[in-house]
């Protein structure tokens, strides 16, 4: 298994343009996720999706879009980059957790964005 | 929006120093995460706790669970450099939308050979 793939690992983009962060996972987790790192930074979340179809809006959702047509692939779309989009994007999938038990998230290795 | 303040959010100390890490909240989670990450990777978990009070460990690493699960606790014994990286503690709220993790402000760590 490849686990979360993310792509691309690096992008410098122009203030005003768009661009589409692509995330897919082999582990057939229902859970997707996507969190921004800023520099010495915890992980804030942007969006999540609980399934194909569902997408929901997390702490820091302004200037974002995503999409869950299918289990494996949750894009994140930017439409027109501003410099505080400059970042480190992480997508994470899991499993639901059942009641009694707990499951990890798994993280891809991250998208670094510069919006110049 | 719950928060998450850890402490301290930088640490250089010697091998074979011991370490403490705090994860403290005012809101209370159904569980909380430990995750190491190492530069140009993502987080990996290390660690969950669930009851309050639970002390789980693994290998020189005690993680513990405050009894009203709003804060939780890493200690590193004898560390080594191996240890070098950021470790985020996450609480996890269990909600009818879906599972959500609130992460920390992290604690980067630099041991010294």
């Known amino acids: 298994n490849a686990g979360v793939t993310q792509t691309p690992k690096f992008r410098i983009l122009k203030i005003g343009q768009s661009m589409t962060l692509q995330c897919t996972q082999d582990m057939n987790h229902n859970y997707m996720y996507w969190y921004r790192q800023d520099p010495g930074m915890g992980l804030k979340l942007i969006y999540y999706s609980v399934g194909a179809g569902i997408t929901d809006k997390g702490e820091v959702p302004n200037g974002y879009n995503v999409s869950r047509s299918t289990t494996e692939d949750f894009p994140l779309r930017l439409e027109l980059a501003a410099p505080s989009q400059t970042s480190v994007y992480f997508c994470?999938?899991?499993?639901?957790?059942?009641?009694?038990?707990?499951?990890?998230?798994?993280f891809g290795d991250g998208t670094r964005l510069s919006i110049l | 929006t719950q928060l998450l303040e850890q402490s301290p959010q930088f640490l250089s100390i010697q091998e074979g120093e011991n370490l403490t890490v705090y994860c403290n909240s005012s809101?209370?989670?159904?569980?909380l995460q430990w995750y190491r990450q190492e530069p140009g990777e993502g987080p990996v978990l290390l660690v969950t706790?669930?009851?309050?009070?639970e002390v789980k460990k693994l290998k020189r690493l005690t993680f513990q669970f405050g009894d009203a699960r709003k804060d939780s606790s890493l200690h590193i014994t004898a560390a080594q450099p191996g240890d070098t990286g950021l470790y985020l503690c996450?609480?996890?709220?269990?909600?009818?939308?879906?599972?959500?993790?609130?992460f920390g402000t992290g604690t980067r760590l630099a041991v010294r050979p």
């Open positions: 996450a609480g996890e709220e269990k909600k009818s939308s879906g599972d959500k993790l609130t």
């Open positions: 706790v669930v009851t309050g009070g």
């Open positions: 994470a999938s899991s499993h639901p957790r059942g009641h009694y038990s707990n499951q990890p998230q798994h």
């Open positions: 809101s209370v989670f159904s569980s």
